[in-house]
T-cell receptor, first 115, second 109 residues
Framework: SAVISQKPSRDICQRGTSLTIQCQVD?????MFWYRQQPGQSLTLIAT?????????ESGFVIDKFPISRPNLTFSTLTVSNLSPEDSSIYLC????????????FGNGTRLTVT | RKEVEQDPGPFNVPEGATVAFNCTYS??????FFWYRQDCRKEPKLLMS???SGNEDGRFTAQLNRASQYISLLIRDSKLSDSATYLC??????????FGTGTRLLVSP
């Protein structure tokens, strides 16, 4: 399976600032996904990062709050903007294992704490 | 109704016990199914896919009942290292995975 490197692994940020999370994959992938896991909750899909076009956002998530870049087939960034304590979560990037119904493989996650 | 529902547990079992987790899903068009394992403060990792005919991987057996929209995971001969949260995951199409909230397992000596 693909090797996914995500950084930073953790950060503590002040409210009102922004954090950009990077995700690097060791092979070219068509689709990359960004998930959020709030404390005690399961994973929720934020958006699908598409190479060469705008990201596709899930209900409840908007581009102004979670801008995403996908400059090539091996890299993506997620920015969490105008941070508030409610944004304290783990953010995970993921890529498909291969095939239309394949499972996803995850990066090691970014643990964000907003003070 | 949640798209994927699991009993959150925790399930407290002694080493060597057999334990089973259940999961139900609401979207009858769901295409593929998985169990993931998530250790505390770690990313989820794929444990096994779930096939209609049922499948086994060592001490782990997964089963799918499409008619009842029900998935199960059976762990035999539990080990201390099996302590984790087990996530039921459903692919509703186009790689959109919906995660259950997870079932926490604690295996004690």
């Amino acid at each position: 399976s693909a090797v996914i490197s995500q950084k930073p692994s953790r950060d503590i940020c002040q409210r009102g600032t922004s954090l950009t999370i990077q995700c690097q994959v060791d092979s070219q992938v068509t689709m990359m996904f960004w998930y959020r896991q709030q404390p005690g909750q399961s994973l929720t899909l934020i958006a699908t990062a598409n190479q060469g076009s705008e990201a596709t956002y899930e209900s409840g998530f908007v581009i102004d709050k979670f801008p995403i870049s996908r400059p090539n087939l091996t890299f993506s960034t997620l920015t969490v903007s105008n941070l508030s304590p409610e944004d304290s979560s783990i953010y995970l990037c993921s890529v498909p294992g291969g095939g239309g119904n394949s499972p996803l493989h995850f990066g090691n996650g970014t643990r964000l704490t907003v003070t | 109704r949640k798209e994927v529902e699991q009993d959150p547990g925790p399930f407290n079992v002694p080493e060597g016990a057999t334990v089973a987790f259940n999961c139900t899903y609401s979207n009858s068009a769901s295409q593929s199914f998985f169990w993931y394992r998530q250790d505390c403060r770690k990313e989820p990792k794929l444990l096994m896919s779930v096939y209609s005919s049922g499948n086994e991987d060592g001490r782990f057996t997964a089963q799918l009942n499409r008619a009842s929209q029900y998935i199960s995971l059976l762990i035999r001969d539990s080990k201390l290292s099996d302590s984790a949260t087990y996530l039921c995951v459903v692919n509703t199409g186009f790689q959109k995975l919906v995660f259950g909230t997870g079932t926490r397992l604690l295996v004690s000596p």
